[in-house]
């Protein structure tokens, strides 16, 4: 059974930055971040394959937020910077893409709540 747990989430106002922790028991997986703010569907919001060499970027996070990991570690991390209110919501990590890394993941995290104040 693959864990993943998340860390890192909390409020900060507009303009502020948040970084996000994501370790999974197991191997290494390609992972993935998704959100989903209230009455709005989830979202994919960033990607890191296995080695870290490849990072996939949403369009309304790129140039703000960055992902990496420490594969020794187990641990992904989502850094957010400039962050705006439209960025609130829970983000979810997500290990083992099927198929490429916007889609559909085999595991998944518990979720992690990120509030930006205006």
């Known amino acids: 059974q693959v864990q993943l747990g998340e860390s890192g989430g909390g409020l900060v106002q507009a303009g502020g930055s948040l970084r996000l922790s994501c370790t999974t028991s197991g191997r290494t997986y390609n992972m993935g971040w998704f959100r989903q703010a209230p009455g709005k569907e989830r979202e994919f919001v960033a990607a890191?394959?296995?080695?870290?060499?490849?990072?996939v970027y949403a369009d309304s996070v790129k140039g703000r937020f960055t992902s990496s990991r420490d594969n020794a570690k187990n641990t992904v991390y989502l850094q957010m910077n400039s962050l705006k209110p439209e960025d609130t919501a829970v983000y979810y990590c997500a290990a083992d893409w099927v198929g490429g890394p916007t889609g559909q993941y085999n595991y998944w995290g518990q979720g992690t709540q990120v509030t930006v104040s205006s």
């Open positions: 890191i394959s296995r080695s870290g060499a490849t990072t």
